[in-house]
Every structure is written in structure tokens, then in C-alpha cells.
């Protein structure tokens, strides 16, 4: 899988290029994220299947669980306005709570979110 390397105050953030497939699953999730040169990752909506964002599809349970298990912290970049499901937004509004998955608009955005949260532990 195709990616950027980022290095954001001496910790490298892995960006996984949108010129990849789409990931459909969870195993190809995590083919990609043990491939990847970085503990911090950042997807690009468009990169995961439009069933991440369906959450009774269960693949955006399977996907952070990914993430959890492996110690990784991930950032999901894009627009989620165009998703009408209030369960997501729910999901979405607990995710940037946490420390382990934030949801972004940008990929600035998203890497100055992974570094606050990263001071906030």
C-alpha cells in the first residue's frame, strides 16, 4: 500500500495514499497497517469502502478494534457531512473524544488532533 511519511514533532505519521484500492475489509486493513513504517496512521475517507461509514456492516467496529489491538492511533480524514446516519455522527463526536481514533476534515487538521491527543495522555 502506497503511502506518505510524515514526521509531526519527531513522531512519524503514516499517510496511506488515496491512489490506493479501496479497503473493503478487515484483513486488508490490516495488511496495510502491519506494512506501514509508523504507529500513527491516516485514511482518507475515500479509501475506506463506503460500508466503514454504514456502522450495522460492522467493518468500522472490526477496523478500530484493528487499531486497538496493535496499539496504533489512526486518523480518518474527510468530509462525513454527506452521511445522514445519526448513530455515525454519535460515533464520530465519541471517536474525537478519545486517543486511540480521531475524525478530521483536514489532514492538518488531523495531525495537529493525533499530537494534541498524544500530549493529553
Known sequence: MNHVLHIDHREPVA?????NPVIQTAQEFLEAMMNL?????????ATLHDSF???????????LQK?????????IVGD????????????IRESNRGNTVVFASTLSDAVEKLRIEKTAE
Open 15 to 19: 499517510e496511506i495514499s488515496t491512489n
Open 37 to 45: 513504517p509508523a504507529d500513527i496512521i491516516v485514511v482518507h475517507q
Open 53 to 63: 461509514f454504514d456502522l450495522r456492516s460492522g467493518l468500522a467496529g472490526e477496523i
Open 67 to 75: 487499531v486497538v489491538n496493535y496499539s496504533r492511533r489512526m486518523a
Open 80 to 91: 462525513f457531512t454527506r452521511y445522514t446516519s445519526k448513530s455515525l455522527h454519535d460515533f
